[in-house]
């Protein structure tokens, strides 16, 4: 909505309505003299100048009482103005200010849904962890077998590609420069000690933590392999 404009009047046509009161006062004052009781006397011409002073002087204080309320009216009028151009600005700084708060809420609503996910999946991860068996399948051939249940048929061979170019499928490979460890190469290799104390000999120890690794950080074996290609590391 456009800003009111406020009404200008320029100095010379209050010098105009001014002298054209003046006109009108001294008229009246000519016609509203008392003559003399007898017709024949002259006016006299001191009585007629105060007179005519007393009109002038009126006329005066009625432009100058008027010039102060036109510009009392256009003050008030700039005043108003100047409230509704500061309250439109305010009320625009509070939705900007909810906008941002409800931003904020959101962002902060997606981190703890993310957040409950990560930790739901780390509590399955605990409990298949848990009800793994150790004895029996610690070997690679068991470690295979782990993998091949928990993934499709083409996850299971991205993992695969994987760990061939990492390890061989050699669960006590070690890089000699780095010191990487394990099937899945981890670096240090006791990261894998979040999924057992038996990180060092255990290959379904080292399939465990590389799945949740790469679950973590590529979403799932392709996605790992694919990097893997793009930069000879995962």
Not at 84 to 103: L, P, S, T
Not at 135 to 143: E, I, R
Not at 177 to 185: E, I, R, W
């Amino acid at each position: 909505m456009s800003r009111r404009k406020i009404p200008h009047v320029s100095w010379r046509s209050c010098q105009l309505a001014a002298a054209a009161a003046l006109v009108a006062l001294l008229t009246a004052a000519l016609l509203t003299y008392p003559a003399d009781a007898e017709s024949d006397k002259p006016v006299r011409p001191a009585a007629l100048a105060l007179h005519l002073g007393h009109a002038l002087d009126a006329s005066r204080t009625s432009t100058a009482d008027a010039l102060h309320v036109q510009a009392a009216a256009q003050a008030a009028a700039h005043r108003r103005a100047e409230a509704k151009a500061a309250a439109k600005r305010q009320a625009a700084a509070e939705a900007a200010a909810k906008r941002e708060a409800e931003a904020a809420a959101r962002r902060a609503a997606l981190v703890e849904q993310q957040a409950r996910a990560q930790a739901a999946r780390e509590r399955a991860e605990q409990r298949a962890a848990r009800s793994a068996p150790r004895a029996s399948t610690a070997t690679v051939s068991g470690a295979r077998s782990y993998a091949r249940s928990r993934l499709s048929g083409d996850q299971y061979a991205c993992l695969d590609r994987l760990i061939h170019r990492e390890s061989g499928w050699n669960h006590r490979a070690t890089n000699p420069s780095s010191g990487a460890y394990g099937l899945m190469q981890a670096l240090p290799g006791s990261k894998m000690s979040s999924a057992g104390a038996d990180w060092r000999t255990n290959p379904v120890t080292q399939i465990r933590w590389g799945l949740s690794y790469i679950s973590s950080r590529y979403g799932n074996p392709c996605g790992a392999w694919n990097f893997w290609q793009q930069n000879r590391w995962y």
